[in-house]
């Protein structure tokens, strides 16, 4: 992979990117990468995983308190024979 430097960034860039990477809860680099990703026009990385986005839309609804079945010993294998 390739890398780059980008010197005499303004600071309230900077303070704007930190910003927008905490909002999106990953590393100034890792929101440069997205950003860059975009503006070239390739595929963009998830913001979020498959049970992430399900948990969010759920969440609102509120948790679900299953009850467990006791655990007991283990069954015999079956014989094949």
Known sequence: MASITI?????DVKAGLRKRA???ARSMEEEVRVILREAV?????????????IH???KPL?????????RGP?????SFD
């Open 7 to 11: 010197r005499n960034l303004d600071d």
């Open 22 to 24: 905490a909002d999106h």
């Open 56 to 58: 969010e839309v759920f």
């Open 74 to 78: 283990m069954r015999e294998p079956p």
């Open 41 to 53: 026009g390739r595929d963009a990385v998830p913001e979020m995983g498959l049970g992430t986005a």
């Open 62 to 70: 509120g948790g679900v308190e299953l009850e467990l079945p006791p």
